[in-house]
């Protein structure tokens, strides 16, 4: 069974950084698509970006163009573990986040319950 589990979540003020962590469990995540995903409140999901493993050492990552510069997407194959660093946070970035196996919309993307993330002051 496919279990993600997020956490890091919190309140942080605006300008501040948070690093989001989900482990995952049931698959092979070496080889897996991964997707962090987030929803702000009254809003639909929105996609952050993507890591797609390409050969055994090689991993294509994107990102959404308003997240780029800000967000950082990363993995520990070895803790079997993805990351999301978030610097120079504002209000609107407050929202729940959700980590994915696959890609944004598809029909077999499996998520976490998510964590939420405030920024306020």
């Known amino acids: 069974e496919v279990q993600l589990v997020e956490s890091g979540g919190g309140l942080v003020q605006p300008g501040g950084s948070l690093k989001l962590s989900c482990a995952a469990s049931?698959?092979?995540?070496?080889?897996?698509?991964m997707t962090w995903l987030r929803q702000a409140p009254g809003k639909e999901v929105e996609w952050i970006a993507t890591q797609r493993p390409t050969g055994e050492h090689t991993i294509n990552t994107r990102y959404a163009e308003s997240m780029k510069g800000r967000f950082t997407i990363s993995r520990d194959n070895n803790r079997n573990t993805l990351y999301l660093d978030m610097n120079n946070l504002r209000t609107d970035d407050t929202g729940v986040y959700f980590c994915?196996?696959?890609?944004?919309?598809?029909?077999?993307?499996?998520r976490g319950q998510g964590t939420q993330v405030t920024v306020s002051s």
């Open positions: 049931g698959f092979p995540f070496k080889t897996a698509i």
């Open positions: 994915a196996r696959g890609f944004f919309g598809a029909a077999d993307t499996v």
